[in-house]
Nanobody, 121 residues
Framework: VELVESGGGLVTAGGSLRLSCAAS????????MSWYRQAPGKEREFVAQ???????YYADSVKGRFTISRDDAENAVYLQMAGLKPEDTAIYYC????????????????WGQGTQVTVSS
């Protein structure tokens, strides 16, 4: 599965951006889809997830500001970001997880190449 992110860019604090992630193959509809981000000098962190059944989960730092959604017909997942803050500056990565395991991880993990989001103060 190939994942390609788009929609990143430079925005001033308080602004909005919409990230998109397009998947190349049909396994998208059986994968939990997530967004992660990695800021300079920091580890990659979870941002949001939308499961196969449509359940959504968010990191506390973005709850109420970000909205994740998926379109299985288009093999795409989106991250609508509003009320952006300078601390949201990071490279945002799309992740597809297929075949969940009891450990909480997935048997198959796929990552996109990332898209840069920069929020100026």
């Amino acid at each position: 599965v190939e994942l390609v992110e788009s929609g990143g860019g430079l925005v001033t604090a308080g602004g909005s951006l919409r990230l998109s992630c397009a998947a190349s193959e049909g396994t998208f509809s059986t994968s939990d889809m997530s967004w992660y981000r990695q800021a300079p000098g920091k580890e990659r962190e979870f941002v949001a997830q939308v499961t196969v059944s449509g359940g959504t989960y968010y990191a506390d730092s973005v709850k109420g500001r970000f909205t994740i959604s998926r379109d299985d017909a288009e093999n795409a997942v989106y991250l609508q970001m509003a009320g952006l803050k300078p601390e949201d500056t990071a490279i945002y990565y799309c992740h597809a997880g297929a075949v969940p395991m009891t450990s909480g991880d997935y048997l198959h993990n796929y990552w996109g190449q990332g898209t840069q989001v920069t929020v100026s103060s």
